[in-house]
């Protein structure tokens, strides 16, 4: 399957099992999945990085104008635009994967839609500062992203 950068996807439930993480927002119960935002493919390591995405639009709004108003931005969520609704892209929540653990695009009437280009612009900006922080000990993210890519890393060479 080709990963296309900016698209939403499912995942595979056994990804939750192999990460073990109580940070990461899981599948929703019995057949339905949760869709992903596909945010950054490493080519060097192969890892995709997926960012939950949320309907809760009014809750998400809340939580960001309070962390505006106590630390004058929020970098951790973004409120974009994905079929035409609101969405709360949850970076907060992002977390590695790799294609194994990709169960298929999101499509509406069997075309995949991708996520609006202002939405993608801010997303990808706010991931690379989150990345940077976290180069200086700064973590923004709830899971534990570095023992779950551990993982997928040491699955990969094992394949």
């Keep these: ?13 056994e990804f939750f099992d192999l990460a073990n993480d109580d940070m990461l927002m899981k599948n929703h119960d019995g057949n339905a999945t949760r869709p992903h935002y596909f ?8 890892i995709i990085w997926f960012i939950p995405m949320s309907s809760k639009v009014q ?6 104008e309070n962390k505006i108003k106590k ?8 409120i974009g635009n994905y079929r035409g609704k609101d969405h709360a892209f949850l970076l907060q929540n992002m977390f590695p994967i790799t ?3 990709i169960d298929h695009i999101d499509t509406v009437k ?11 612009r801010e997303i990808i900006d706010k991931v690379n500062k989150i990345f940077i922080l976290k180069e200086k000990g700064i973590n ?3 899971p ?9 890393l040491e699955e990969y060479i094992l394949l």
Excluded at 71 to 78: E, G, S
Excluded at 144 to 152: E, G, M, P, T
């Design 99 to 101: 294609e194994k653990y």
């Design 71 to 78: 630390h004058k931005q929020c970098d951790t969520i973004v």
């Design 39 to 46: 945010c950054l493919k490493n080519e060097e390591d192969g």
């Design 110 to 120: 069997g075309r995949a839609v991708r996520v609006a280009s202002e939405t993608r």
């Design 1 to 13: 399957m080709e990963i296309k950068e900016g698209y939403v996807y499912h995942i595979k439930k």
């Design 144 to 152: 534990d992203v570095d023992r779950i890519k551990k993982a997928l």
């Design 140 to 142: 923004l993210v709830f």
């Design 59 to 64: 809750k998400y709004k809340v939580i960001v």
